[in-house]
T-cell receptor
Framework: NAGVTQTPKFRVLKTGQSMTLLCAQD?????MYWYRQDPGMGLRLIHY???????AKGEVPDGYNVSRLKKQNFLLGLESAAPSQTSVYFC??????????????FGPGTRLTVT | AQSVTQLGSHVSVSEGALVLLRCNYS??????LFWYVQYPNQGLQLLLK??????LVKGINGFEAEFKKSETSFHLTKPSAHMSDAAEYFC??????????????FGTGTRLQVTL
């Protein structure tokens, strides 16, 4: 199993450009999450999904959109990139069955720079 | 709202010395608690978790943590540091009352440096 994979690994955007980050998991997890990691701030939740076709806002959703058309994929979109969105983005997934004690499994991250 | 405080953004220990990384949480109900490790340029990997069973939790790579309700703490320890332990460590809390989405709130992280 590949676990959680993220595409691309690195990207440089100019202000105002758009892009989509792809997260894929092959563990049949119901729940998926997008986080951003900034120095000294830990990880902050952007959006999450509790199942195919559903999405919800997290702590810092402004400037981002998401879609979960297939259970195994969770897409994060930036419609008009801003320098404040320069960050490392992590995707995570988790089982639903068995209660909420199950940990989240993380992808390797996407390093995005907006100039 | 739940929150996590990690005291010390950088901790340096000698190889073979005790590792102690501090985590205090704030939650209105008994939480679930996690420690994750992040090696350079990698994603987060679970070290251990507390889910209301035993208060002393053992994890991978010789790490353990003790849940102390009275102190609202979940400090991470390892008796003898190894060079390979150098990484960033994150404490996270999940409030069981936030529903099945089980959103995690992370601390700001502690970077562990291990010196010879």
């Amino acid at each position: 199993n590949a676990g959680v994979t993220q595409t691309p690994k690195f990207r440089v955007l100019k202000t105002g450009q758009s892009m989509t980050l792809l997260c894929a998991q092959d563990m049949n997890h119901e729940y998926m999450y997008w986080y951003r990691q900034d120095p000294g701030m830990g990880l902050r939740l952007i959006h999450y999904s509790v199942g195919e076709g559903t999405t919800a806002k997290g702590e810092v959703p402004d400037g981002y959109n998401v879609s979960r058309l297939k259970k195994q994929n969770f897409l994060l979109g930036l419609e008009s990139a801003a320098p404040s969105q320069t960050s490392v983005y992590f995707c995570a997934s988790r089982y639903r069955v068995g209660g909420i004690s199950h940990e989240q499994y993380f992808g390797p991250g996407t390093r995005l720079t907006v100039t | 709202a739940q929150s996590v405080t990690q005291l010390g953004s950088h901790v340096s220990v000698s190889e073979g010395a005790l590792v102690l990384l501090r985590c205090n949480y704030s939650s209105s109900v008994p939480p679930y608690l996690f420690w994750y490790v992040q090696y350079p340029n990698q994603g987060l990997q679970l070290l251990l978790k507390y889910t209301s069973a035993a208060t002393l939790v053992k994890g991978i790579n010789g790490f353990e943590a003790e849940f102390k309700k009275s102190e609202t703490s979940f400090h991470l320890t390892k008796p003898s540091a190894h060079m390979s332990d150098a990484a960033e460590y994150f404490c996270a809390v999940s409030d069981p009352n936030t529903g099945t989405a089980s959103k995690l709130t992370f601390g700001t992280g502690t970077r562990l440096q291990v010196t010879l």
